[in-house]
C-alpha cells in the first residue's frame, strides 16, 4: 500500500505536474480504492474526513500566519527585527540568529506555528543579503524539528514520556533532549544547510504569503527611521509565544504538582484553577489570532493607510492563506488514507522488538522511521511507538530516556509528500517541490540519523541503567 501511494504521488505531482491539491486528492483515492481495510464505498467520506481533521488544526493558524506575515512585511516588522539580529551576529552569521530563535520558540509553540513566524523573516534576510536562502529555511526548520520531537513540553516528546511510564523523569527528559538536540540541529541545519546551499541555485523570492519579490527587496532597502520600533515588531511573536507558553506551563508545572514535586506540591489548586483560562488564551487559534491583530494594528500605524486599503490587503492574505491551508489538508488526507490501510500495523509486525539495550533502542528507531514514512506525522509515529516499546521497558539495559530520545529521532525522518508539514514548508517559505525534497526532506532524515547515532553511540558508552 505504501508502494501504491508513493508511486501515484511521485506520477501525478512530478510526472504529469498537476496542482498539489489535485494530486494529492486523487492519490488518497488510488490508495483508499487499492485497500481492503476501507470500504469502497467509504473512500470518499474517508478523504473529507482526513481533510477536515487536518484543517481543523491548522486552517485557523495558517490563515491568522498568512495575516502576520503581509503585515510584518508590509510594516517593515520584520525587516526591523532581522537588522536587530544582524547587529548582534553580524550579516554573515545572521543564519546563527534565525537558528536560536527557531529552536527557543518550538518549546512552547507548535513546529508549524514557528515556522509561520519566522519564515518573513527568512525572506527579508534573503533580500537584505542576497544569497543563503536555502540555509536560512534549513536552520530554521532544522532549530524547530529537533526541538519538536527531543524537548518536552512540546506535545510529541510529553506524550511519549508519558506513554514510557514513571521510568521516564521529565526533568532528565529535557535535559537530555536539549543535550541530543543541539548538536543534531547544528549538523543538519547549519552544515547539511551550507552544504546544500552552496549546491542549489541561488532560491529566488518568490511571491507567497501575499508578497511579491519587488516588495521584500523595497522593504529591505528602508531606512530604519521608517521601521517599526523593535518591540512593536516583535510583539506579534512575543504575544504568540507568551500565550502558548502560558498554557504549555501551566500544564507542565501541573504535573510537577500532583506528583509531588517541590516547591509546587501545594500549588495544585491553584494551578487547576488556572487551567481553563490558560487553555483558552493558549490555544493555538487564539494566540495566533492574536498575534495577527498585533501585526494588522502595526500595518495600519505604520504605513498610514486607508482602512479600506487596509481590509482589502488583508483579504488577500487569507486567500494566499487559505490555498495553503488547503494544499496541507490535503495531505492530512493522503496520510489518513495510508493510516486507515493499516500499513502502520503491519510495518511493527516486520520489526522484531528483541531484548536487551541497544538492540531495543534499534528496533524503537526502526519501528518509528517506519510508521513515519508510511502515514506522514512525526506526533503519530512517536506517540504509536511509545505504545509498542513501552512493555520493553523493564527489560532496559540503559536509561529508559534513551529509549523516548530514540523513538523522537526515527518519528522526525524523511518528510515527504503524505506530511502536511511538507507542503507548509513548500508553500510558506515559497520552494518548488524538488526545492523541498532537496531542502526539507533531506533536512528530517539527516536530524533522524544524526540522533540516532549520537544517542546509540551514547547509551553504549554511557548505558545510565
Not at 498537476?18 to 486523487?26: D, N
Not at 514557528?114 to 536560512?136: H, M, N, Q
Request: with cysteine; charged share 10%; glycine share 10%.
Amino acid at each position: 500500500m505504501f508502494v501504491i501511494g508513493l508511486v501515484s504521488v511521485i506520477a501525478l505531482l512530478v510526472w504529469l505536474k498537476l496542482p498539489a491539491i489535485i494530486g494529492l486528492i486523487l492519490a488518497s483515492l488510488v490508495v483508499g480504492a487499492a485497500t481492503a481495510a476501507v470500504p469502497l464505498a467509504e473512500v470518499p467520506a474517508e478523504i473529507a474526513s482526513g481533510f477536515g481533521d487536518t484543517m481543523v488544526g491548522v486552517g485557523i493558524p495558517i490563515l491568522m500566519a498568512a495575516v502576520i506575515g503581509k503585515a510584518m512585511m508590509e510594516s517593515g516588522a520584520a525587516e526591523r527585527i532581522v537588522r536587530s539580529f544582524q547587529s548582534t551576529t553580524g550579516e554573515d552569521r545572521s543564519y546563527l540568529a534565525l537558528w536560536g530563535s527557531s529552536s527557543a520558540l518550538s518549546i512552547p509553540v507548535f513546529f508549524d506555528n514557528v515556522f509561520f513566524l519566522l519564515a518573513p523573516l527568512a525572506r527579508s534576510t534573503r533580500a537584505r543579503t542576497g544569497r543563503d536562502y536555502a540555509l536560512f529555511i534549513s536552520v530554521i526548520g532544522a532549530g524547530a524539528a529537533t526541538t519538536h520531537v527531543f524537548v518536552p513540553p512540546t506535545p510529541g516528546p510529553l506524550a511519549v514520556a508519558s506513554e514510557l511510564g514513571e521510568a521516564v523523569d521529565l526533568g532528565a527528559m529535557m535535559l537530555g533532549g536539549v543535550l541530543v538536540a543541539v548538536p543534531t540541529a547544528a549538523v543538519s541545519g547549519i552544515l547539511y544547510g551550507k552544504w546544500i546551499n552552496a549546491r542549489l541555485d541561488d532560491i529566488p523570492l518568490r511571491e507567497t504569503m501575499g508578497s511579491t519579490p519587488e516588495e521584500v527587496r523595497e522593504r529591505a532597502e528602508r531606512s530604519i527611521s521608517e521601521l517599526p520600533g523593535l518591540f512593536e515588531a516583535s510583539l506579534p511573536i512575543l504575544l504568540a509565544v507568551a500565550l502558548v507558553g502560558a498554557s504549555t506551563t501551566n500544564d507542565f508545572l501541573l504535573d510537577l504538582a500532583g506528583s509531588g514535586v517541590a516547591p509546587f506540591a501545594g500549588a495544585e489548586g491553584t494551578l487547576e484553577a488556572l487551567s481553563p483560562v490558560t487553555s483558552f488564551l493558549g490555544d493555538p487559534n487564539l494566540a495566533l489570532t492574536a498575534a495577527a491583530m498585533a501585526a494588522a494594528i502595526t500595518y495600519l500605524r505604520v504605513r498610514a493607510i486607508d482602512q479600506e486599503v487596509w481590509t482589502d490587503e488583508l483579504t488577500e492574505s487569507l486567500k494566499s492563506g487559505a490555498h495553503i491551508a488547503a494544499i496541507t489538508s490535503a495531505g492530512g488526507a493522503f496520510g489518513g488514507l495510508l493510516a486507515a490501510s493499516g500499513i502502520g500495523e503491519y510495518i511493527t509486525d516486520l520489526v522484531s522488538v528483541g531484548a536487551g539495550g541497544v538492540t531495543v533502542l534499534v528496533s524503537a528507531w526502526l519501528v518509528a522511521a517506519a510508521i513515519r514514512i508510511a502515514q506522514g506525522s512525526a506526533t503519530v509515529a512517536m506517540i504509536t511507538t511509545a505504545g509498542i516499546m513501552a512493555p520493553q521497558v523493564p527489560e532496559l539495559a540503559v536509561h529508559p530516556v534513551y529509549l523516548a530520545l530514540i523513538i523522537g529521532a526515527g518519528g522526525n525522518i524523511c518528510s515527504w509528500y503524505n506530511d502536511s508539514g511538507f507542503w507548509l514548508i513548500k508553500e510558506i517559505g515559497g520552494l518548488t517541490q524538488m526545492e523541498t525534497v532537496k531542502i526539507w526532506t533531506a533536512l528530517t532524515t539527516i536530524i533522524s540519523v544524526t540522533a540516532f547515532v549520537i544517542i546509540v553511540v551514547t547509551a553504549s558508552v554511557v548505558p545510565l541503567a
